[in-house]
């Protein structure tokens, strides 16, 4: 089965970029979505096919895909970006699979 | 504007079945492409895709769920159900049902999920 391989937390302080990574087995040949879930909350999809954003997603969101590492990139980072954050790809022998998830902490 | 909503029951017992529903709106599951699936997450922990129902009633299953899941559509009445059988302790968690993307392969609109605890 395929496997996604996330940071289980990074910290960064507001007004700086984060960067949220995400491992898998020459996954710059998948599509790579990125969900964002505040505690209590439905996850939120922020981008999909690696670097597209869905409508309402701030700029500030971004993402890339290559080789063996996606990234989710934040920039500026305000206190209402703090949450957990997954990765998503689908794999022809798993499906639809997630990764464990990382704990932006917005210091 | 596509909502969806997670409905049953909030405790079942061990080897119980659980059987829930995801009534949406917003959007036609005779559409082409279009699927809906059902995703859980057990307190503090990731999210664990487990089925999915497709416009063309081909379905997909977590393969090491398989035998336990059962996901029906019923299209009149803009539904997905979700059955799962031989309930334990460890399925405990929020069951959330989801759209899927109408040209990809992410999930775009997600119901509020229910949380389902399993004890005795």
């Known amino acids: 089965s395929y496997v996604l391989t996330q940071p289980p937390s990074v910290s960064v302080a507001p007004g700086q970029t984060a960067r949220i990574t995400c491992g898998g087995n020459?996954?710059?040949?998948?599509?790579v979505h990125w969900y964002q879930q505040k505690p209590g909350q439905a996850p939120v999809l922020v981008v999909y096919?690696?670097?597209d954003r869905p409508s309402g997603i701030p700029e500030r969101f971004s993402g890339s895909n290559s080789g063996n590492t996606a990234t989710l990139t934040i920039s500026r980072v305000e206190a209402g970006d703090e949450a957990d954050y997954y990765c998503?790809?689908?794999?022809?022998?798993?499906?639809?699979?997630f990764g464990g998830g990382t704990k932006l902490t917005v210091l | 504007q596509i909502t969806l909503t997670e409905s049953g029951p909030t405790l079942v017992k061990p080897t119980q079945t659980l059987t829930l529903t995801c009534t949406f709106s917003?959007?036609?599951?005779?559409?082409?492409?279009?699927?809906v699936a059902w995703i859980r997450q057990p307190p503090g922990k990731a999210l664990e895709w487990l089925a999915l129902?497709?416009?063309?009633?081909?379905?997909r299953y977590r393969p090491s769920l398989r035998s336990r899941l059962t996901v029906t559509k019923d299209t009149s009445k803009n539904q997905v159900v979700l059955t799962m059988t031989n309930m334990d302790p460890v399925d405990t968690g929020t069951y959330y049902c989801?759209?899927?993307?109408?040209?990809?392969?992410?999930?775009?609109?997600w119901g509020q999920g229910i949380l389902v605890t399993v004890s005795s």
């Open positions: 020459n996954i710059g040949s998948k599509r």
């Open positions: 096919d690696d670097s």
């Open positions: 129902n497709y416009w063309n009633d081909d379905k």
């Open positions: 998503q790809v689908w794999d022809s022998s798993s499906d639809w699979v």
């Open positions: 989801a759209h899927r993307h109408a040209v990809g392969l992410s999930f775009d609109y």
């Open positions: 917003g959007f036609s599951l005779t559409t082409s492409g279009l699927g």
